[in-house]
């Protein structure tokens, strides 16, 4: 399973509801754009070094899924889809999506704009 942002914020609260799911999953997965956007907010933070600390934890237990060729043809494709469906959704979500399709993996996100793509599973806590 791949994790949203909002959905490895949740598990840096310790929010229950979502460290039952991530407990039953054989892997888990982060995207480096998940991790971008997650060390910005952690730049905002006024908990920045605690948290920095149990991301790199997290991150060690994880598997990072980094952006390659192949995942640009993905990324392209659901672009295009979108743009001509008219129905644009956040373009580091577009890269998010295109690796969770990529690797044949549902994504743990609140955010319902993921269900604009109908090859992509979301999975919500």
């Given at each position: 399973?791949?994790?949203?942002?909002?959905?490895?914020?949740?598990?840096?609260?310790?929010?229950?509801?979502?460290?039952?799911?991530l407990?039953?999953?054989?892997?888990?997965?982060?995207?480096?754009?998940?991790?971008?956007?997650y060390r910005f907010g952690i730049a905002k933070?006024?908990?920045?070094?605690?948290?920095?600390?149990?991301?790199?934890?997290?991150?060690?237990?994880?598997?990072?899924?980094?952006?390659v060729k192949s995942t640009a043809q993905h990324y392209a494709d659901l672009y295009l889809a979108l743009k001509q469906a008219g129905t644009p959704i956040p373009i580091n979500d577009v890269w998010i999506a295109a690796l969770a399709i990529e690797n044949n993996l549902p994504l743990l996100s609140r955010d319902t704009h993921f269900d604009k793509l109908p090859t992509l599973r979301r999975v919500e806590w």
């Open positions: 399973m791949i994790l949203d942002t909002n959905a490895l914020s949740a598990a840096s609260f310790g929010d229950p509801a979502i460290a039952k799911v407990t039953i999953q054989p892997a888990l997965y982060v995207p480096v754009i998940v991790i971008g956007e933070s006024t908990k920045r070094d605690m948290t920095e600390a149990w991301l790199e934890r997290f991150l060690g237990a994880v598997n990072v899924l980094n952006i």
